[in-house]
């Protein structure tokens, strides 16, 4: 299933991995539909079509939505209403969603249909597949989902394909009907259940956290060599790794992250016995394994969670094809999903306020016995002291979005939806975690890389810290007299950013 050195995806019997949602969101990788994934729709929508003929009552297929649930459509009705589906839950408000969130979204509700639970017909299920592949892109506001089911958005990308709305091709966005002539393709003819099988999903959430998990991944590898670099400047005691102590309260994830460390370190002078400073390091230092590797838990609970959701069919109603039934239920919920995703930003808070608090203090002469704002030409330079405000501001705002917003909002449809996770906005808030923490690190970086040449130990570091210093200063021109900063720090921040090519 993974999209290394292949220039498609294939959707078979194994499902697609979070890394092949980002390539095709990111890196434009096409889908391929194997025969299996076919079978096991058509044997769904079998089912679909056995409850149409025989007019039985299931949830958005012969009845209305929401509170509409005790609504019975009309025979001559079902497909109409299959086409105001999306139309009516088209609510959404806000700036449209970046390109590669749309595109992240509509390979998850591919995948989703391609579990086999939705009874979605053949057709619209490849149409949505040649949609991702041609490059329509729906224009989907970002605001409007409580998450319970992605509505509003899959609507508006629904309502797209259907000839509707607007859709970003090749970089002009057109009215939906002329985007797809344009691409070749016609809009999406629905039959009953289609509409809302393409609307009852949390594709977006999913969506979102498979790209944030890429992100977070490589942010955290930065961040350790962060960490490394500015232990080698610091001269911090390295016996906080030392994994006998470690073993003695083995916390999640703090043996692995130290063991990382270590690796990070290996060659350098600071692992000589009389290497450190102080027998005891500020709790930014000494407790990196700690906090990092709750961190790493937490990346990894949010991980398995995420896949849980990518890999499975939460359709309500389901077609169980094997047992030829439609069975409702609430898969469609999302908060154990949300919870490991608010712990996740939680973690990131602690991270941020550790890389704060170590720029701060490999900055202070009374801490690290360097240069006041690590300025080589005296106090008559500002060097890096207003660099503190940036710092400050961005853990801050960190701090802020890490509190809980997955409470359950009010309730909707007249008090039938009475409970929801709010995924979205904790997808969106974790985002804008990200963006901040990795400016946080890129800072941490140029200052500890900075800070090892004023200590004089730029040719000591060890193997990953010399690899770091190295690119750092392919990019960014030590610090003598006073420059702007802001663009150094915007350009090592997009280094780390920049994921798989």
Not at 286 to 294: E, I, K, N
Not at 305 to 333: K, Q, R
Not at 348 to 354: D, F, K, N, P
Request: glycine share 8%; with cysteine.
């Amino acid at each position: 299933m993974s999209a290394t050195n292949s220039p498609s995806i294939i959707f078979s019997a194994a499902p697609p991995t979070i890394e092949d949602i980002a390539a095709i969101a990111r890196r434009h990788v096409r889908i391929e539909v194997s025969a299996e994934v076919d079978a096991r729709i058509v044997a769904a929508r079998a089912v679909v079509d056995r409850y149409t003929e025989r007019d039985l009552p299931v949830y958005g297929l012969t009845t209305g939505l929401g509170a509409g649930v005790d609504t019975r459509l009309a025979t001559e009705d079902l497909v109409a209403f299959q086409m105001r589906v999306p139309q009516a839950r088209a609510v959404g408000v806000g700036t449209p969603l970046a390109q590669e969130s749309v595109r992240a979204m509509m390979a998850v509700r591919a995948a989703g249909m391609a579990a086999g639970g939705s009874g979605v017909s053949l057709k619209v299920f490849h149409g949505l597949i040649a949609a991702i592949n041609a490059g329509i892109h729906p224009v989907v506001p970002s605001l409007g989902s409580i998450g319970a089911a992605d509505l509003a958005p899959l609507a508006h990308m629904s309502r797209a394909l259907l000839g509707f709305g607007e859709i970003e091709l090749g970089g002009d966005v057109l009215p939906a009907a002329i985007a797809l002539e344009r691409a070749g393709l016609k809009p999406l003819q629905l039959a009953p259940k289609d509409g809302h099988a393409l609307v009852v999903a949390n594709s977006l959430s999913i969506g979102l956290a498979c790209l944030a998990l890429e992100d977070i991944d490589r942010l955290f590898d930065w961040s350790l060599k962060a960490i490394a670099v500015n232990f080698e400047a610091f001269r911090a005691n390295i016996s906080a790794f030392d994994d006998r102590a470690l073993a003695a309260r083995p916390a999640f994830g703090q043996r692995r992250v130290a063991a990382q460390l270590m690796e990070l370190l290996s060659g350098s002078s600071l692992l000589a016995a009389d290497a450190a400073r102080r027998l005891q390091d500020p709790l930014s230092y000494r407790c990196t394994p700690q906090v990092w590797g709750a961190l790493r838990h937490a990346i990894d609970e949010a991980r398995q969670a995420t896949d849980i959701e990518l890999v499975s069919s939460s359709d309500n109603p389901v077609v169980i094809a094997s047992e030829g039934v439609i069975l409702s239920h609430g898969n469609f919920d999302m908060t154990a999903f949300v919870l490991a995703w608010e712990r996740l930003g939680q973690a990131m808070a602690h991270c941020a306020a550790g890389t704060a608090y170590r720029i701060m203090k490999i900055m202070s002469p009374g801490m690290s016995d360097l240069p006041r704002f690590l300025t080589p030409m005296g106090q008559s330079r500002t060097g890096f002291a207003t660099v503190q405000k940036t710092v400050s501001a961005m853990e801050a705002e960190i701090r802020h979005l890490a509190m809980p917003v997955s409470l359950s909002p009010i309730p909707v449809a007249d008090g039938v939806e009475d409970q929801a996770s709010m995924a979205p906005s904790v997808l969106a808030k974790t985002q804008a975690i990200v963006e901040r923490l990795r400016y946080l690190v890129a800072i941490e970086l140029i200052a500890s890389v900075q800070a090892v040449e004023l200590r004089g130990v730029s040719g000591e570091l060890g193997k990953g810290s010399a690899e770091a210093y190295a690119l750092v200063r392919a990019y960014v021109p030590p610090l003598e007299e006073d420059r702007a900063q802001g663009p150094d720090f915007a350009t090592i921040a997009a280094l780390i950013g920049l994921g798989p090519q």
